[in-house]
């Protein structure tokens, strides 16, 4: 099975400022690669499938870059919405693996 | 718009058996796969694996297999996981989630169903 580790574990970053989240697959899985966005008590949300593109009604701050076996999630200009634990998924081979995420906190 | 509605939270004694239902609207039932993912407590999502919506054919993930049952009501156009023979270390969250292109990723989730396994 793919091992997907994201790291930091937990980024605390100011509202306004940029936010780099990383992820990397134990091996390559092309461009198969998607994140999600999930708060308290609520479902994981799309926001990058294919590695880049941006789900339905994804606000253009998100970005996603990388292929193979690293990839990042920027936030460009974070809102107070944004802080929220985010996870990677791997969509290649199976089982479709996540990461363990990355808690995005107020600085 | 697209909807998954999942059944409530379930609280089960040890060695019980729990039926989650997953109903989707706002599309044609059989026109995407259904996956279901498990949460754990602090934990990443894990998939389980899915069922496909036209075949009825399940599809499990090493781990799920035995006590995990995916099925279908079409005639209901729910989906449904069943759980048997349920311990401690199943208590979780469960969400069932759509794969829009069968493109292994998840474009919408259902709310999730707290399963809480104690004596």
């Known amino acids: 099975e793919i091992v997907m580790t994201q790291s930091p574990a937990t980024l605390s970053v100011s509202p306004g400022e940029r936010a780099t989240l990383s992820c990397r697959a134990s091996?390559?899985?092309?461009?198969?690669l998607a994140w999600y966005q999930q708060k308290p008590g609520q479902a994981p949300r799309l926001l990058i499938y294919d590695s880049s593109t941006r789900a339905t009604g994804i606000p253009a701050r998100f970005s996603g870059s990388g292929s193979g076996t690293e990839f990042t999630l920027t936030i460009s200009s974070l809102q107070s919405e944004d802080f929220a634990v985010y996870y990677c998924?791997?969509?290649?081979?199976?089982?479709?693996?996540f990461g363990q995420g990355t808690k995005l906190e107020i600085k | 718009q697209v909807h998954l509605v999942q059944s409530e939270s379930e609280l089960k004694k040890p060695g019980a058996s729990v039926n989650i239902a997953c109903k989707p609207s706002?599309?044609?039932?059989?026109?995407?796969?259904i996956n279901w993912m498990r949460q754990a407590p602090g934990q990443g999502p894990e998939w389980m694996g899915w069922i496909d919506t036209n075949t009825g054919t399940p599809t499990y993930a090493q781990g799920f297999t035995g006590r995990f049952v995916f099925s279908l009501d079409t005639s209901v156009t729910t989906a449904y996981l069943h759980i048997t023979s349920l311990k401690a270390e199943d208590t979780a969250v469960y969400y069932c989630?759509?794969?829009?292109?069968?493109?292994?990723?998840?474009?919408?989730w259902g709310q999730g169903t707290l399963v809480t396994v104690s004596s």
């Open positions: 989630a759509r794969d829009p292109k069968s493109a292994g990723y998840f474009d919408y």
């Open positions: 091996q390559s899985v092309s461009s198969g």
């Open positions: 706002g599309y044609t039932f059989s026109t995407y796969a």
């Open positions: 998924q791997q969509c290649i081979n199976w089982p479709h693996t």
